[in-house]
């Protein structure tokens, strides 16, 4: 059974920095994608960073390019994201997700099924 957990949430004042923390377990395959999505209440789920587990090159959306890093950790299979520089427009929840599909286009696409985590809040004040 795949889960995925975050951590790392939590609240910070603008300019701030966090870094959230994905474990996953159960994931047989060895390559998959995986990512960053958030949702603010009233908008669609935004996936904002991913990557292709063991290939360089993540996907970055242009709201957080330059602001946040997404990187992975091959001895424990976590996925980390660096927040820099937040803004209030960052609040939302961050959910990690996964998916073995064949392009960074097919991952991000809502409709694609993918394994979720349980999501974790990032609040940042003005």
């Known amino acids: 059974q795949v889960q995925l957990v975050e951590s790392g949430g939590g609240s910070v004042q603008a300019g701030g920095s966090l870094r959230l923390t994905c474990v996953v377990s159960?994931?047989?395959?060895?390559?998959?994608?995986i990512g960053w999505f958030r949702e603010v209440p009233g908008k669609e789920r935004e996936g904002i960073a991913a990557?292709?587990?063991?290939?360089?090159?993540?996907y970055y959306a242009d709201s957080v390019k330059g602001r946040f890093t997404i990187f992975e950790d091959k001895g424990d299979k976590s996925v980390h994201l660096q927040m820099n520089s937040l803004q209030p427009e960052d609040t939302a929840i961050y959910y990690c997700?996964?998916?073995?599909?064949?392009?960074?286009?097919?991952?991000?696409?809502?409709?694609?099924?993918?394994?979720w985590g349980q999501g974790t809040r990032v609040t940042v004040s003005s």
């Open positions: 990557l292709y587990r063991g290939i360089p090159g993540p």
């Open positions: 159960g994931y047989t395959e060895s390559q998959y994608y």
């Open positions: 997700a996964a998916a073995a599909t064949n392009t960074y286009r097919d991952f991000l696409r809502a409709s694609t099924n993918k394994y």
